[in-house]
């Protein structure tokens, strides 16, 4: 048993709030909140440039651009690159394309800087990660219009992302995405620099009850391997989560099944790990039992292993709307026993809600670091009649990375749906301040479906809106009048 766990203190602790919680009626406190006032941006000419996510700084050189007619030829470093660069066609007689690590100008992880003039395509970055997010930018230029005739621009970009997490959690109710579709998910992840992917369906029952104790079957456990491989090439951090919650037991015998559980998705591949407290009743809502097993996951596993990514624990008290604010609180209590390398969800004033600076400065203050914002959109799990096909907005652009971790996206269950909303999120979390949803829901439309853009935008902008909680503009180009103005012809 854990040692803490004898003590009679936390006994009545848990005995209390147990009662509480389980009294609680999850589903009709979900609430929502929208703090940051409607939507806004206008779209841009980018002069036949597209890039997503909007770079920091991209500046157009006056000189001709660069022929990349004759194909590329790969110098020293960027041969390491050539399966990422096979949408360059390789000549002898190309232009020359180079990758150089200069450790002095990764000032942020991913950092880089793209340079094509008349020398040739030239990418700096302060490590491989780096040297990867530039070829997806160059890739992007290659397809955008100005590159149409075969000549890239002459251009320099320097860009690195803003918020460590940029990804997508896959933690909705109802029908968990195919493999098929989670691969094709993973490789837009890594086109437009999204580096996190957390593996949570919560109607997958060996991440949930009643299986969570149990390895999976070997046709599951070749597809997470599958998976873990496909975000590898990515550059995406695959995160398996567990949701034990409902039906722990506060024993050393379930501590013991969730090590030899983490060891088992070890040996697939997986060098990522979450625990889910969400949605749960009973006593497995005790938030000093929940941090105490963080804490002896985190060094008899995390520290034990030594290339497994700090621990990532959702709380059952994920938002605000039914937190405790008091010292009493349990955020207060994960502020105080939890690891600080550990990190932490949170949703927000609701659980479906903007991400304000007011809710990360009140979240963080309490659990004494930056918490990672869960956001619940487009998720549909609560409005299963509507494909959420709008901008997005209701981020705030003043966030760093001194008020939060990140953030990720829970989508829905249609994942290829899911595609355009996820591909502001990334523009969002890679440069926050110059987030601009108009433009960044025009691009993406073009992006992802060029070939039918216009019959997706018609179909798009009227399928925007939940029409329940979390309202969200819709067909704001249609004109509109109410019945009593309405003449029959």
């Not at 407290?277 to 985190?298: C, R």
């Not at 405790?324 to 026993?337: A, K």
């Not at 216009?454 to 179909?459: P, T």
Request: charged content about 20%; proline content about 5%.
């Amino acid at each position: 048993m854990i040692k803490n766990l004898r003590t009679l203190a936390l006994a009545l602790v848990a005995i209390v709030v147990a009662g509480v919680v389980s009294a609680q009626d999850l589903s009709s406190q979900r609430g929502e909140s929208q703090n940051l006032g409607g939507l806004f941006g206008e779209k841009i000419d980018h002069k036949g440039i597209v890039i997503n996510p909007t770079p920091q700084h991209i500046k157009l050189l006056d000189e001709s651009g660069v022929s990349i007619s004759n194909g590329i030829v790969l110098k020293g470093v960027a041969k390491a690159f050539s399966e990422e660069l096979r949408f360059l066609k390789q000549g002898k007689r190309g232009t020359k394309l180079a990758i150089t690590y200069d450790k002095a100008a990764n000032e942020k992880r991913g950092s880089y800087t793209l340079r094509i003039d008349r020398k040739g395509i030239n990418i700096t970055a302060g490590e491989e990660l780096g040297a990867f997010y530039a070829i997806q930018t160059l890739h992007q230029i290659v397809k955008s219009p100005a590159s149409a005739n075969g000549t890239l621009p002459a251009l320099v970009i320097t860009d690195y992302p803003d918020l460590e997490y940029r990804g997508v959690v896959e933690g909705f109710y109802g029908t968990p995405w195919s493999h098929e579709v989670r691969l094709s998910l993973i490789d837009t992840y890594g086109r437009y620099k999204m580096n996190y992917y957390i593996y949570g369906p919560k109607d997958d029952p060996y991440h949930s009850s009643p299986y969570w104790r149990e390895p999976y079957p070997a046709d599951k456990a070749q597809e997470i391997r599958e998976l873990v491989e496909a975000c590898n090439k990515n550059r995406v951090n695959f995160v398996w989560a567990i949701h034990p919650g409902q039906d722990i037991k506060w024993k050393e015998s379930d501590i013991q099944n969730l090590l030899r559980k983490f060891e088992s998705m070890y040996q697939l591949g997986v060098r990522a790990f979450a625990v889910h407290f969400d949605d749960i009743s009973g006593a497995g809502t005790n938030p000093y039992y929940q941090t105490e097993l963080m804490n002896i996951l985190n060094d008899d596993f995390v520290k034990v292993k030594g290339d497994v990514a700090p621990l990532i624990v959702c709380p059952t008290d994920y938002t605000r709307l039914w937190a405790n604010p008091t010292e009493r609180g349990s955020l207060v209590i994960y502020g105080n026993e939890l690891n600080p390398s550990i990190d932490v969800f949170w949703t927000g004033d609701a659980v479906c809600s903007d991400m304000t600076p007011s809710t990360m400065e009140w979240i963080s203050s309490r659990i004494k670091r930056p918490a990672l914002f869960w956001w619940n959109y487009p998720v549909t799990d609560y409005a299963r009649h509507i494909m959420m096909q709008g901008p997005v907005y209701g981020l705030s652009p003043i966030l760093t990375a001194n008020e939060t971790r990140g953030l990720v996206s829970n989508p829905m269950e249609h994942g290829e749906a899911s595609k355009l909303a996820l591909y502001s999120v990334a523009d969002y979390t890679w440069n926050t301040e110059a987030y601009n949803p108009i433009d960044s829901w025009e691009r993406g439309l073009e992006s992802l479906a060029p070939e039918v853009k216009e019959a997706y935008r018609l179909f798009a902008i009227h399928s925007c809106d939940t029409e329940t909680g979390y309202r969200r503009l819709e067909s704001w180009e249609t004109t509109t009048f109410g019945f009593e103005d309405y003449t029959p012809q």
